[in-house]
């Protein structure tokens, strides 16, 4: 099925009791969308971080509903499990999120391949992310293995920017 429609993907016989829905994110999203952000293994901001950088749930629900943010969020029943958003202008991934516990299922594999497809709908060819310049942490290896390539920049946050084209 392709991104940006809704879809249940039941897992293997690891997994057997979780499924998992996958959808556009939706304005109502934001809340759950900051509460999860701070309870990431890697990388993770509290809400109040997130504030101190201009990002409530406020302006996150307004970057859903004006259409400045491509989103897609996974759920386990009641529990969002992990989102994923990209800016619609730049055609930057500006987050993969998870929580721990949903980590190594394919979840994000699934987020970041549905935010790829619909960016590049939204007339991008180039897509780029910053992440993590420490090779021992996850993100490094998990973009690289899916070929997101260095560009050799590093963002004002000391990250290295990758891009996929």
């Known amino acids: 099925m392709r991104a940006g429609h809704n879809r249940a993907i039941p897992f293997d016989h690891r997994f057997p009791q979780m499924t998992i829905h996958y959808r556009d994110a939706l304005p109502d999203d934001a809340a759950a969308c900051i509460d999860l ?20 749930k406020e302006s ?6 004006g259409g400045d943010s491509i989103g897609r969020v996974a759920w386990e029943g009641e529990r969002m499990a992990g989102y994923c ?9 500006l987050v993969l999120a998870l929580l721990p516990e949903f980590e190594n299922r394919g979840i994000g594999r699934q987020l970041l391949q549905d935010v790829v497809s619909l960016t590049r709908d939204a007339g991008h060819t180039r897509l780029f992310l910053a992440c993590s310049a420490d090779p021992r942490s996850r993100s490094h290896g998990f973009y690289r293995h899916l070929g997101w390539k260095a560009t050799g920049e590093i963002d004002e946050a000391g990250d290295e920017i990758l891009e996929l084209s």
């Open 85 to 93: 958003f990209a800016d619609r202008e730049s055609g930057e991934v």
């Open 37 to 56: 952000r701070g309870r990431t293994r890697e990388n993770a901001f509290s809400a109040a971080q997130l504030a101190e950088l201009g990002i409530t």
């Open 60 to 65: 996150w629900a307004a970057g859903i509903a």
